[in-house]
């Protein structure tokens, strides 16, 4: 069974960073794809940002510029450093990885953002 465990939220003032880190209970080169996703109370979870093999990457336009998706292959961990937060950004982040037929979720860490 593939585990996913996400680290590093917290809470953080508008304007802060945020490192946040997932490992991977088995190399992350057997995922097609890895990504962080984001749910706000009361609204539906949306993509973040994704990295493929390749190391292609995709991010949602509210965080491009902000967010930075990377991948350690060694240590089979995906980061997602967060800068210039604001509250739009909180929300309990989710990793995410992904190959043919099979996808997995970690537990979620939650951020926090205060003004």
């Known amino acids: 069974q593939v585990q996913l465990v996400e680290s590093g939220g917290g809470l953080v003032q508008a304007g802060g960073s945020l490192r946040l880190s997932c490992a991977a209970s088995?190399?992350?080169?057997?995922?097609?794809?890895m990504g962080w996703y984001r749910q706000a109370p009361g609204k539906r979870r949306e993509l973040v940002a994704t990295?493929?093999?390749?190391?292609?990457?995709n991010y949602a336009d509210s965080v491009k510029g902000r967010f930075t998706i990377s991948r350690d292959n060694a240590k089979n961990t995906v980061y997602l450093q967060m800068t210039s937060l604001n509250s739009e950004d909180a929300a309990v982040y989710y990793c995410?990885?992904?190959?043919?037929?099979?996808?997995?979720w970690g537990q979620g860490t939650l951020v926090t953002v205060s003004s």
């Open positions: 995410n990885a992904g190959r043919f037929l099979s996808n997995y």
């Open positions: 088995e190399s992350i080169f057997s995922f097609s794809v």
């Open positions: 990295i493929e093999n390749s190391g292609r990457t």
